[in-house]
């Protein structure tokens, strides 16, 4: 067993808008945990909004707080429960920890756990409601921890957490070899969904979004691309595809005039994926469409049973996350991580803090 130390430094939310980097405990570890010494922990969107206190009360439950929940590292020692897993395997983490027991964790669909609505202890998510990784350490349940190929670094570990939902969505809607696809938002997920859908069968792939992410989308092997700062995004898709609009389209802009635009611009018998939350932001929608020309629509809800795959993808270089990672930051520059990235510096897709 590695020598554990009893404290460690964390960033901890003190307030809304105020992290400091303060000595915590290294937190204790049950039976069927692992403690793991953090690699690397990625920033998203809603650590931002976390961060900001939209959803104080319950992301987190209450203050102080450590954020964190995109990330990797180092198993430093193991609950004598733990099974499969060893004392220096690099492993990447994930978030959602389902009761178990529920009809939906039994069928696999541990994102959806009701434990999550009945406020059952068993359910987790890290980050969120319990302990985040912005520290030196964090503990996991065994069964969130994913190994991690040598030739996978820990910066690209931080992505997986965000990609593998891209892969989740792939899932749900069901690309079908030869398809043409549309990926509505290039951020981070949706230039992994669009690596993704190539690698799935998908045979052109276009791109809708804006600025420099766009060249980064032609690079990472986007078909086509339509600068919605310059044309009409519906048109410029139905465009492209000779007035008969795609086999499937993912919305990952998180906007409800992007939502409209996937509803409205996929074939009849199109399949739509929705994946950015718009912050109940209404989208108008038009049924009749849905209805006359059999539109399925697919809501799309953080990745169960994707890690594996994705990891897999990123390690044989099928999928390329390197280039996702815009800035690497120190655990003491987190404040500054953070502000960077509300700006989006450069067109960053992902701030990520290495240990
Ligand atoms: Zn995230
Ligand atoms: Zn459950």
Redesign the pocket.
């Known amino acids: 067993m590695t020598n554990i130390p009893s404290v460690m430094w964390a960033a901890v939310t003190r307030d809304w808008n105020d992290i400091q980097i303060e000595q915590v405990p290294v937190p204790d570890f049950g039976p069927d945990e692992a403690l793991v010494r953090v690699g690397a922990c990625?920033i998203?969107?809603?650590?931002l909004k976390i961060f900001a206190g939209v959803y104080r009360g319950s992301w987190p439950p209450s203050l102080p707080f450590i954020q964190g929940?995109?990330w990797g590292g180092t198993i430093v020692a193991l609950g004598r429960d733990v099974s499969g897993l060893q004392v220096g395997d690099r492993v990447v983490a994930e978030?959602h920890k389902g009761c178990g027991t529920c009809a939906n964790c039994r069928a696999g669909r541990y994102n959806l756990c009701e434990g999550a609505r009945t406020r059952d202890p068993a359910y987790k998510l890290y980050?969120h409601s319990a302990q985040g990784a912005f520290a030196q350490f964090a503990a996991r349940p065994a069964v969130l921890l994913h190994r991690l190929p040598d030739t996978v670094s820990f910066e690209e570990s931080a992505i997986v957490?965000?990609g593998a939902l891209g892969l989740h969505a792939i899932r749900r809607c069901g690309i079908e070899p030869g398809d043409t696809v549309v990926v509505i938002g290039p951020g981070l997920i949706g230039l992994v969904t669009m690596q993704l859908a190539k690698v799935t069968g998908a045979a052109r792939v276009i791109v809708a979004g804006s600025g420099p992410r766009l060249d980064l989308a032609r690079e990472l092997g986007a078909d086509d691309v339509v600068d919605v700062s310059k044309t009409d995004s519906l048109d410029g898709i139905l465009k492209l595809t000779g007035g008969r609009g795609v086999d499937c389209a993912f919305e990952c802009a998180g906007a409800s005039s992007a939502v409209a635009t996937s509803l409205n611009c996929v074939k009849r018998g199109g399949r739509v994926a929705l994946i950015g939350l718009t912050g109940n932001v209404p989208s108008e929608l038009n049924t009749d469409r849905l209805t006359l020309d059999e539109i399925d629509v697919f809501g799309v809800r953080s990745s169960p049973n994707c890690y594996p795959p994705l990891i897999t993808l990123i390690a044989s270089g099928r999928v390329n996350v390197r280039k996702l990672v815009s800035r690497i930051y120190p655990l003491e520059r987190i404040a500054e991580a953070f502000e960077a990235y509300r700006n989006r510096e450069g067109g960053a897709i992902r701030m990520v803090i290495r240990f």
Request: hydrophobic share 0%; glycine share 28%.
């Open positions: 990625g998203c969107g809603t650590d929940h995109e978030n980050g957490n965000q």
